[in-house]
């Protein structure tokens, strides 16, 4: 059941990082749907397993984030996670001070310009690799703190289920130098993506609209690979 979840926890990244709505499918199962509403300075993403998946492991989580429209930096984020017997919600809000306001008080100092998992793949979907490659971003985490970048490896092909998309492939890093106040919660999403063994790889198109057309990632030594299949409009 554990290996199951961190399984289930990777794929969620792949359907976070498109801005329709998909169908993925695991294994030749149907996993998971996932919705994005997104504008200049929002996003919505709403998850939910499917099929044997569900049965299995029921999950319907719903991230919002608010940003800076110039540089894309967090302003506020919201969580409600249901997966399994589980029940989860979070929420953070920046100050005029520069601290991110959470639950009970909690308050964490962050610099400007910093980003979390959300804002950062708001960058990777709207930013091109000059912009991009190899530059540190500072990053939060649900109270940890650290940093973040992208790094471009090659250039290629990948198949959208409707077509052959030219893409920039990126190694996605994340570094936590500061999990003293982490707010640790029952999502397993969030509590793994951030792990120092969890590889993450992502294909984004080089034509607008630009989009995440495959994320693999590897979490605990386990090998995760989503294809997206783009069957509900461009």
Excluded at 62 to 72: P, V
Excluded at 87 to 116: M, Q, R
Excluded at 120 to 130: S, W
Aim: glycine share 6%; hydrophobic share 35%; aromatic share 12%.
């Amino acid at each position: 059941m554990e290996t199951l979840k961190l399984i289930l926890s990777g794929f969620f990244i792949s359907g976070l990082l498109l801005s329709q709505q998909y169908s993925i499918s695991i294994f030749g199962f149907h996993a998971a749907d996932v919705n994005l509403v997104r504008d200049s300075t929002s996003t919505e993403f709403k998850t939910n397993n499917r099929g044997l998946f569900d049965l299995i492991w029921p999950t319907s989580n719903m991230y919002r984030t608010s940003f800076d429209h110039t540089d894309l930096s967090v302003k506020n984020w919201s969580k409600t996670v249901k997966q399994g017997p589980y029940e989860t919600t979070l929420s953070g809000t920046l100050n005029t001070d520069g601290y991110i306001e959470y639950k009970d008080n909690k308050a964490i100092k962050i610099k400007n310009g910093t980003h979390t998992i959300f804002t950062m793949l708001e960058l990777v979907n709207t930013r091109d690799k000059e912009y991009l490659d190899t530059k540190w971003f500072s990053y939060e985490h649900e109270g940890s703190l650290g940093r973040a970048r992208f790094i471009w490896a090659d250039s290629s092909n990948q198949w959208t289920g409707q077509d052959s998309v030219f893409c920039d492939h990126y190694r996605f890093d994340i570094e936590i130098n500061d999990s003293t106040q982490y707010i640790r919660t029952n999502d397993y999403f969030m509590n793994n993506i951030i792990s120092p063994s969890c590889i993450r790889e992502l294909w984004i198109s080089k034509t607008d609209p630009k989009r995440i057309i495959l994320a693999k990632i590897s979490i605990k030594s386990i090998p995760v690979l989503a294809r997206i299949q783009i069957d509900k409009g461009t």
